[in-house]
């Protein structure tokens, strides 16, 4: 009977807290009655650097049940480090990753649970349908998936971050020095024995989603830039399509010289051209700083995360697991 930690990442998560709590402790009572999991599993709570009540929440109840551990970050350090730094930070034979505001369906655990027994050490919770997203984000997720198959990024088609990991699978992670996070395809490079659980997503049980367009579409470049050189060897592909339309921009200008009476004097040759070669040199520079900027914030090799607390009967006094 393997113990089990349950890591959520939370950024202002108050009104969401009770009732995850709630339903989190009951899961684990079940699970552990059955003989599913062993003693001391629990749920251990990630406080981003939330500006409400979410981490004296975290320490009350952590203070009432030994089932509930907190672990506070000094500061906001995004989504994909306060999942980083609970994977690493929280003890447990399997460690599953999931949000705190219940849109990942709590049934699918026990399947995942399942998985890890007859032997896979990772377990990628996927989703079975998006009827619950409206038309402009199932499009542009799916589409998205799609494209980073074709740039050669691995990636689990339609799974987040609600997965089942070994401890095995999360000190291979902890090898990993990545300064730009991207979970989603940093996990299946690790390469031990996979399986994958479908669930449906449900709504938000209450708060706002701390995912804006904005931030999707950040994450969307991180997960490209992060693990594929193609936009870097697409700019060459753009320079030889260029030279061709170049080439038969100068035949136009010539044909349309020659034998119409439509032609300006020394407009298509100079205001097409570097309008055109502008914008696409531009753009090319603008990828590539993306990439040298990646290399200058790596070089400077800073620390992920700080861990300012922890709560919970999970930690010992000093801190240590």
């Not at 699918?108 to 050490?121: C, H, L, N, Q, T």
């Not at 701390?210 to 830039?225: C, D, E, R």
């Not at 051209?273 to 800073?302: D, H």
Request: charged content about 20%; overall charge neutral; hydrophobic content about 40%.
């Amino acid at each position: 009977m393997p113990v089990l930690s349950l890591v959520l990442p939370c950024y202002n998560e108050q009104e969401v807290l009770p009732e995850t709590t709630r339903q989190l402790e009951a899961l684990l009572a079940r699970l552990q009655a059955s003989g599913e999991i062993a003693e001391g599993s629990a749920i251990y709570y990630v406080d981003d650097g939330s500006r409400d009540a979410t981490w004296d929440m975290i320490s009350s109840y952590s203070e009432q049940s030994d089932k509930v551990c907190g672990i506070k970050l000094s500061r906001n350090r995004g989504h994909q480090n306060a999942l980083l730094c609970g994977l690493l930070t929280a003890p447990g034979d399997i460690l599953i990753s999931l949000d705190a505001d219940l849109q990942d369906d709590l049934e699918a655990i026990p399947r995942m649970v399942a998985e890890y027994r007859k032997g896979s050490e990772i377990v990628f919770a996927v989703r079975r349908r998006r009827n619950k997203d409206t038309f402009f984000k199932r499009v542009s997720a799916e589409s998205y998936y799609k494209f980073l198959a074709f740039m050669g990024v691995q990636i689990v088609y339609n799974h987040a971050d609600f997965r089942l990991m070994s401890r095995r699978a999360v000190e291979s992670l902890r090898s990993y020095d990545e300064t730009h996070l991207f979970l989603r395809g940093l996990i299946p490079q690790l390469g031990y024995k996979s399986s994958t659980v479908e669930f449906d997503r449900a709504e938000r049980f209450a708060g706002e989603s701390k995912y804006p367009l904005t931030k999707m579409l950040s994450l969307a470049w991180q997960g490209v830039t992060s693990f594929s050189a193609y936009p870097l060897r697409l700019i060459t592909g753009v320079g030889m399509a260029i030279s061709i339309l170049s080439l038969a921009m100068a035949f136009w200008a010539i044909v349309t010289k020659l034998f119409t009476n439509q032609a300006l004097p020394g407009w298509a040759s100079t205001v097409i051209p570097m309008y055109f070669l502008g914008g696409v040199q531009l753009l090319s520079l603008g990828i590539i700083g993306e990439y040298v900027a990646k290399i200058f914030e790596s070089s400077k090799n800073r620390p992920r995360f700080h861990v300012e607390s922890l709560c919970g009967k999970g930690f010992s006094e000093d801190g240590s697991r």
